[in-house]
């Protein structure tokens, strides 16, 4: 079991930067990689970007240059920071884990945080 606990979200002007924290308990050695999702209403969830255990990433096309996620093994944490905010950027933002226990991947997921970003 791996539980997750996400922070950091709120109201910022375009332009301006946030920090989400998200925060792994449990089984944390089963952890392949984590990943921030966002939904915003009426859409589905998207893939904002990814880390591997070995700290390698991946971004999605529209944050890419502007989103940095990193983790600090120390707390058991992955950050993703965001800079030049745009109010396309607005969603609710997830933490996401993905563990491998035999062949089998399972997902576990944090509970949200809401990031709006005003024009």
């Known amino acids: 079991q791996v539980q997750l606990v996400e922070s950091g979200g709120g109201l910022v002007q375009a332009g301006g930067s946030l920090r989400l924290s998200c925060a792994a308990s449990g089984n944390i050695f089963s952890i392949n990689t984590m990943g921030w999702y966002r939904q915003a209403p009426g859409k589905q969830r998207e893939l904002v970007a990814i880390?591997?255990?070995?700290?390698?990433?991946n971004y999605a096309d529209s944050v890419k240059g502007r989103f940095t996620i990193s983790r600090d093994n120390v707390k058991n944490t992955v950050y993703l920071g965001m800079n030049s905010l745009k109010p396309e950027d607005t969603a609710a933002y997830y933490c996401?884990?993905?563990?491998?226990?035999?062949?089998?991947?399972?997902?576990?997921w944090g509970q949200g945080t809401q990031v709006t970003v005003s024009s």
């Open positions: 996401n884990a993905k563990t491998l226990r035999g062949i089998t991947t399972y997902d576990y």
């Open positions: 880390i591997s255990l070995g700290a390698s990433t």
